[in-house]
C-alpha cells in the first residue's frame, strides 16, 4: 500500500469546483468572427477591469462569457467540429483580450495549449472524446509547474498504473486558471520519467485548489497551489504530453506565442491609457510654452517611438503565427525551428514593449497618474510579472546559435 506524502495542511483553504456550463458553447465559424468576437467581448472586459486587479475579484462572469463565446475551442481542428483558425488569429485574439484585462487573457494560454497537444499526441479517439468537451465550453486549468524544484521542468508529480485508471500524488503551483476550470491537467511522470497530461475532473476526490496567488501582478489569473493525493484519472484522459517533445512539432511554439500575445496586449493597454491620460488630464510642461500636453514635441516622439516598437512586435507575432501554421501541417525539423525562431523573436520584442511602454506611460502621464483612483500601475506590474515567464536573455541565445551556427532550438514548453 502506497502511502501519499503529500502535505494536505492547507485542504480546508480549498476552493470549491464550479459547475459545467448549462448550454453548450457557441462554435466560431472563421477567422473574422473570432476577431470580432473577441473585440466585442474586450469592450466589455475593460469596463471593470482596474476594479478587478485593485480589489482582486475574480472574473467568474467575464470567463464563463469568454468561454462560451467559441473563442476557447478555436485551435479545435475541422475534422473534429472546430475552427481550427489561424496560429495569427488565436494570437490576435489573445492580444485583443489581454489589452482588456491581461488576467483573463493569460487564463485561456494553457487550455489553449493543451489543445494543441491533444492534436499533436493523441490517438483519434481521445481526439474526438476531448475536442468534444472543449466545444462544449468545458475549460482546461493547468497543474504543470512546481514550486522549489531545481528547474522548470524538474517534475516530482507522479502517477501509478491502476487498471482503468491512474492515480497521481504531488503539488503543484502557478496553476492559471485551475480555480475556475472544468478539468485540471496535471503534468506527472510515469514509471519511465515521461511527462503526461493526466487530465482530472475539478472536483475529483482529492484535487484541491487553494487561492494564494500573492504576485504584485496578473493577480487575478486564478492561479494558486493544487494539491494531489491519490488524485484518479481514467486512462481516456491520460494524454501523452511527452511525445510532442520526442521528435519537432509546433507544440513548445504554440505555448510561446500565447504569451507573447498576453505582452502584446499589456503594451497596447498601456499605450492606449498613455494617450488617453496625456489628451484629457496631463498639464504641459511650464517650459513648452504650450497649451496642452499633447502638443508637446517630446512626448509625441516618445508616443511615435513606442508604437513603432509595439508593431514590430505584433508584425513578428503575426509571421510566427503563420510560421506556426505550416508547423502544425507540416512538422519536420526545418519548420518547427523556423516557428520556434520567429516566436523567439517576437517574444523579445513583446518584453520589451510591455515594460517599455508600460513605464512610460507615466513619465509622459505625469505625476498625476499616479494615483490610485487610476490603477495605472496595474499594467506596469502585469507586464513586469507575466514577462518573467521565460527571461528572453535566453532568446537572444537561441537566435544567436541559430543564425550563427545553424543549431536549431531545443524541444520543449519554452522554447
Known sequence: ????????????????????????????????EAIAVARRLAGEFVQESARRDRDRIWPVAELNAFSQSGLWSINVPKAFGGPEVSYATLAKVIEIISAADSSIGQIAQNHLGVVAAIRTVSDPEQQKLLFAEVLKGTRFGNAFSEFGSKRAVDFETRFTDAGDHVVVNGRKFYSSGALL??????????????????????????????????????????????????????????????KGYEVPTADGAIFQIIQVAVDTGIAQAAIDETVAFVRTKSRAWVDSGLDHAWEDPYTIQAVGDLTLRLHAAQALLEK????????????????????????????????????????????LAGTRSTLAEHNLDRHWRNARTHTLHDPVRWKYAILGKYFLNGEKPPLHAWS
Open 320 to 363: 510566427a503565427g503563420y510560421a506556426i501554421d505550416r508547423a502544425v501541417r507540416n512538422p519536420n525539423a526545418e519548420t518547427v525551428a523556423e516557428a520556434q525562431i520567429v516566436t523567439a523573436e517576437a517574444k523579445i520584442l513583446s518584453t520589451e514593449i510591455a515594460i517599455a511602454a508600460t513605464n512610460k506611460l507615466f513619465e
Open 1 to 32: 500500500m502506497t502511502l501519499s506524502q503529500v502535505n494536505t495542511d492547507n485542504a480546508a483553504k480549498a476552493v470549491p469546483a464550479v459547475p459545467r456550463p448549462a448550454e453548450p458553447a457557441h462554435v466560431i465559424k472563421d477567422d473574422a
Open 181 to 242: 476550470a472544468h478539468l485540471v491537467p496535471i503534468v506527472a511522470l510515469d514509471d519511465q520519467g515521461r511527462a503526461w497530461y493526466a487530465i482530472a475532473q475539478r472536483d475529483a476526490p482529492g484535487l484541491t485548489v487553494i487561492d494564494d496567488w500573492s504576485s504584485f501582478g496578473q493577480r487575478t489569473t486564478l492561479s494558486g497551489t493544487v494539491l494531489l493525493d491519490n488524485v484518479k484519472v481514467p486512462k481516456t484522459h491520460l494524454v501523452p504530453g511527452y
